[in-house]
């Protein structure tokens, strides 16, 4: 699929970003190509084939879910300058 130079334009004016008119022939080139590329994609029969979301059949191993520190609540509470019912009380920030 042939990308001419004013699409080229009008995705540099939407993406915001420049290209200069001397590469705009070489931009429109890969474009092209890449458009190809998806055909191609496209173009596979994918009838049968489970959807995946990893090409690998890895798994994530993940730590339990376990509480390691002590609760040291009222310590960082009494470092506070004012603390209202166990909560920290900051100056209003947005009317």
Avoid at 40 to 47: P, S
Avoid at 74 to 91: C, K, R
């Amino acid at each position: 699929m042939a990308v001419d130079a004013q699409t080229v334009e009008k995705l540099a004016e939407l993406a915001r970003i420049a290209i200069s008119e001397e590469t705009i022939d070489e931009v429109s080139s890969r474009l092209g190509d890449v458009l190809q590329l998806v055909d191609q994609l496209q173009a596979v029969n994918t009838d049968g084939v489970e959807p995946m979301a990893h090409p690998l059949e890895e798994v994530q191993v993940l730590r339990k879910d376990e509480v390691t520190e002590p609760n040291r609540r009222e310590e960082f509470l009494a470092l506070a300058p004012q603390t209202e019912a166990g909560l920290f009380l900051v100056p209003k920030v947005i009317d």
